[in-house]
């Protein structure tokens, strides 16, 4: 049965090429697309889950107040996890970890930099990643410790062989030893963050100048719990919410716990809510998918019933001949299924040659699991579907069809067949409407946060770390790179100017209300900050070498703070910041050190360069290579222990914006991607309009109609369905794109010009394809086609 079924398929496909080759090609397209989202969000899921025991894994959160602001992070005091462990008996392990950070190490001639983490005793028994050699429940109990992934033990030693190997870890400290107690399958997708080492926390607990990590009233690091079977994170949450204020008079902080498997995908907050975070993303991105395919199913369907006429006599004769209904309906099913086949593996195929491109667009490293069961159990489920879907309304339809109708030439479409086709090629471009005026309101924002203002100057400005010699010699390096002639300025800064990256809410004034509190950045800062930074003031003057003062008892404000503080004093010129009354002597432009997905907050500068490990430099313009050149040299020079590395800010700027920009490129493709099928569709079908109305065309024709008049004939059936559809896929962009723009505090207005360029490109687009079968049509001998039949 199968093999006939097979055999008139194939006869089928041959007979109707045109047809056959549009149906195969969008449905390649579109399992193309949804295979390559299917793996992107597979990967998502994958990120930060899948260790034993992970339903048992909590982080713990702060919810922070500040006047009628909530903060809400990940941050914790550094004493948090030994003091839970101690005196909560749902805790069954607890450890703290720190940020990621870079160090050079170093074992024989290889040289080679790191990215890593410190971490306490009970961290790998929480995080169970695979543990390739070593004892889980000693690797970090001893401060002589190290802890290596595969890759980096290879690096470093060239073999994974390395345990009790000694490795050396150069800082601006000098030189520290470890031995390798424990090595790591690399994490992958198993680790939200990437790292490549683990040191001890009680290293960097220890020492002298941490002794902030002591203290309740601070925080940093991060607290991550594995909670005993059958503990309610709810009431846990509830029992922990003044676990800080019971330690510390005083404190804004209120403590919960947040699955950790969770923090990847939900782990956002606004105001102290907890927000959709990156699952909205994977939403959006999945609808996509799923819209794309169906859109190709469309297609199918419609070219399908569309050729129902020159099928019908084919029917009519199975039926004659004893064919039941059922028996038809399988037949066309199998047909849909068979071309679903072809098309499935042509999009594995065009997977796996754009699977490179899509990885760098993605910045991901996804592959197609060939020796995976289960993603041939989903492959085959997904082309199952999509044959179904395609097939089954021709299917019925073309079943249904009448022997006595048939054999009378009384075959026509129905008004529901032709309402259903019409219905299905508008939703068709309402959906590819919606996407291309999307992607032109993603474009402009994140355009505009890339271009935007910042209050300073991140063009031909570079960022360099103060390794080794250069923090020491830090004088030296000044003098000669601003001797450089390319070079205008050189300071240096603790502050990234990437993110939050120190803040206090210990900023009292005169005239504050008691009741209310901010949180103030703090940039410890060199001489010439400002001026290499390009930041403007608006009031007062710079920190001065002739003032030694400066130092201990002066802070420059940016606008959003000096607001802050002269609000119920406008007399007022001086703060106290922990303790330390300072004057201020200048106020600077506000300036935009988080993303714009961010208000501004209050921020102020202080003269503290012993604090201070980022230069940077401003360059002129002029041959940067050269430039560049020329700073390695001297870095080289006074630091050659330490390879010269430099990064420039508007590149650091753009990476803030990184998981924007990706939104952007997918959407535009994926857009472009959902037009092209849909015009094949539409020029399949309007072939087939172009077929059917040969007849007239010709007559026409001989009565001296004009090529435009003929093309109007058929180009006005699906000219008015694409208009309209672009009416209702505008209206459905603007308020989904308005929900979207609420997620940036400095953001585009949603400009008229957006509907009219986004209608343009789909009906010029949709014109020219129709148009082309319409032009065929209309330049084509009328004696043919009268003769046709």
Not at 248 to 254: A, D, P, S
Request: hydrophobic fraction near 45%; aromatic fraction near 12%; include cysteine.
């Amino acid at each position: 049965m199968f093999a006939n079924y097979l055999k008139i398929a194939l006869r089928g496909f041959a007979k109707h090429r045109l047809t056959f080759f549009i149906n195969t090609l969008g449905l390649s397209l579109g399992l193309w697309a949804a295979i390559l989202i299917g793996l992107w969000i597979k990967s998502e899921f994958e990120k930060g889950r899948g260790l034993a025991e992970s339903d048992q894994v909590f982080r713990v959160m702060e919810h922070q107040f500040y006047g009628d602001q909530v903060f809400t992070i990940p941050s914790t005091p550094g004493i948090l996890a030994e003091a839970m462990k101690e005196n909560l008996t749902e805790v069954e392990h607890a450890a703290t970890y720190t940020w990621n950070e870079e160090h050079l190490f170093v074992h024989r001639e290889n040289k080679i930099k790191l990215t890593g983490l410190y971490a306490g005793p009970d961290y790998l028994n929480i995080f169970q990643f695979p543990l390739l050699a070593g004892n889980r429940n000693s690797v970090l109990t001893d401060k002589s410790h190290i802890v290596l992934t595969e890759s980096a033990a290879i690096k470093l030693f060239g073999t994974l062989d390395a345990l009790g190997e000694q490795v050396e870890l150069v800082s601006n400290e000098g030189k520290e030893l470890y031995l390798v107690e424990g090595i790591l399958a690399d994490p992958g997708e198993k680790a939200e963050t990437n790292f490549e080492y683990i040191l001890p926390y009680q290293v960097i607990f220890d020492k002298p100048y941490n002794d902030w990590l002591k203290h309740w009233g601070n925080n940093g690091p991060s607290t991550i719990l594995k909670l005993r079977k059958g503990t309610d994170p709810e009431k846990f949450s509830a029992s922990i919410k003044n676990f800080i204020k019971d330690r510390m008079e005083g404190v804004n902080t209120e403590l919960f716990v947040f699955p950790q498997s969770d923090m990847y995908l939900y782990g956002s907050w606004k105001d102290g809510i907890l927000q959709e975070g990156r699952i909205k993303t994977v939403k959006l991105f999945a609808l996509i998918g799923f819209f794309i395919l169906l859109i190709a199913c469309i297609n199918f369907m419609n070219l399908s019933t569309a050729k129902s006429q020159k099928r019908a006599k084919e029917v009519g004769v199975r039926k004659v001949s004893g064919a039941d209904r059922k028996s038809l309906i399988y037949q066309f099913l199998s047909e849909s299924l068979i071309i679903t086949l072809f098309s499935g593996v042509l999009s594995l195929l065009l997977v796996q040659a754009t699977l490179p491109v899509f990885n760098q667009l993605t910045g991901k490293t996804l592959m197609i699991p060939f020796f995976q069961l289960e993603f041939w159990l989903q492959l085959f489920g997904i082309l199952l579907f999509t044959g179904l879907v395609a097939g089954s309304y021709p299917a019925f339809y073309l079943s249904a069809t009448k022997v006595v109708s048939v054999f009378k030439n009384h075959l026509t479409g129905s008004k529901h067949v032709v309402f259903a086709r019409k219905g299905l090629v508008l939703f068709q471009f309402i959906l590819a409407t919606g996407l291309i005026l999307s992607t032109v309101v993603i474009f402009q924002q994140i355009n505009y946060a890339l271009n935007q203002d910042l209050g300073y100057e991140k063009d031909q400005l570079i960022s360099v770390s103060l390794e080794g010699q250069l923090l020491e010699k830090y004088e030296i390096f000044k003098s000669r790179i601003e001797s450089i002639p390319e070079v205008g300025s050189m300071s240096r800064a603790l502050h990234s100017m990437m993110g939050r990256n120190n803040n206090t809410g210990g900023v009292d004034w005169e005239g504050k209300d008691p009741d209310f509190n901010a949180l103030f950045e703090r940039f410890r800062v060199d001489y010439d900050f400002l001026e290499t930074m390009g930041m403007k003031l608006v009031s007062g003057e710079d920190f001065s070498r002739e003032k030694g003062s400066d130092s201990i008892s002066a802070v420059i404000l940016n606008e959003k703070a000096f607001q802050i503080i002269t609000q119920n004093n406008p007399e007022n010129r001086s703060v106290n910041i922990n303790g330390e009354e300072r004057e201020v002597i200048g106020v600077v432009k506000d300036f935009h050190f988080q993303s714009l997905h961010e208000a501004m907050e209050p921020a102020f500068i202080v003269l503290e360069p012993q604090y201070a490990e980022n230069a940077f430099i401003r360059v002129k313009s002029g041959d940067m290579q050269q430039t560049l050149a020329s700073i390695q040299q001297v870095a080289e020079e006074l630091n050659p222990l330490f390879p010269f590395s430099y990064q420039f800010m508007d590149d650091n700027y753009a990476r803030m914006y990184q998981d924007d920009v990706r939104l952007r490129d997918l959407a535009q493709y994926f857009s472009l991607l959902t037009i092209l099928i849909s015009c094949l569709g539409l020029l399949g079908l309007s072939a087939h309009v172009a077929e059917q109305k040969t007849k007239e065309i010709g007559i026409r024709k001989v009565l001296g109609a004009s090529t435009w008049s003929i093309l109007t004939v058929i180009n006005r059936e699906f000219i008015s369905i694409v208009v309209l559809s672009i009416i209702i896929g505008s209206a459905l962009a603007f308020w989904l794109m308005q929900d979207w723009l609420k997620g940036y505090a400095y953001r585009i207005e949603f400009e008229w010009w957006f509907i009219p360029f986004a209608a343009g490109v789909i009906l010029g687009i949709a014109l020219l394809t129709v148009g082309i079968q319409s032009f065929r049509a209309a330049r084509s001998n009328p004696v043919h086609a009268i003769k046709s039949e």
